[in-house]
């Protein structure tokens, strides 16, 4: 139950933290701000207490930011464009910083434990895609997958900032979405590629 609800949280909240349709930069995930945020996570890492303290302030700076920000572009659709690109910058920026607090040990476990939580949707990443050796079709493929995941993640918020659903069903339109893109990004490996990526995904988190 605990394991589900962690897994929610990281998957869920990275989709709703941001509210509205973003362009995505693929290698920095909204999964980051949320996973060092988790205790589980924090204790894998083995962070000090003033890594703790710095990236407490990082993410509640980084929040205080997307939550302005996302919430002009849904109130103007006008306003939307350019809140998606300031999401973005914000993402990219926050991962980066995020990452310096961490040493080279806790950044290379760190993204073993984006891969146990987020699975192949993690794939749009290019710096993964190059890991696994992906050629053109693959990374064209994925590329119409994510686009597709955010049309319907999009969608699926538009809904419930409109009051069409509840915060239950969103989650779980969330979560619905994000196994059927990450089956669907799996089926494009190749057997090699899906024993390679299992691999990468290191001792499993204790929760």
Request: proline share 4%; glycine share 6%.
């Amino acid at each position: 139950m605990k394991r589900t609800a962690l897994l929610l949280t990281v998957l869920l909240a990275s989709a709703s933290m941001v509210g509205a349709k973003t362009s995505a930069t693929p290698d920095s995930p909204a999964s980051v701000p949320v996973l060092l945020g988790l205790e589980p996570v924090r204790q894998d890492l083995k962070l000090s207490s003033l890594q703790c303290v710095l990236l407490d302030s990082l993410r509640a700076e980084y929040k205080a930011k997307v939550g302005v920000v996302a919430s002009a572009g849904l109130l103007d659709s006008k306003l939307a464009p350019k809140a998606s690109a300031d999401l973005d910058a914000y993402r990219a920026s926050y991962n980066r910083r995020a990452l310096n607090v961490l040493n080279p040990a806790q950044q290379q476990r760190l993204r073993q434990i984006e891969r146990q939580m987020l699975g192949a949707s993690l794939l749009t990443s290019p710096s993964e895609q190059k890991l696994l050796g992906l050629d053109d079709r693959q990374i064209r493929k994925i590329g119409e997958i994510h686009a597709y995941d955010q049309t319907k993640a999009a969608y699926i918020m538009k809904r419930f900032h409109e009051g069409r659903i509840n915060s239950f069903r969103k989650d779980l339109d969330l979560r619905r979405l994000q196994k059927t893109v990450g089956r669907s990004i799996y089926a494009i490996l190749t057997p090699d590629q899906r024993k390679q990526w299992l691999g990468l995904t290191g001792s499993k988190l204790k929760l």
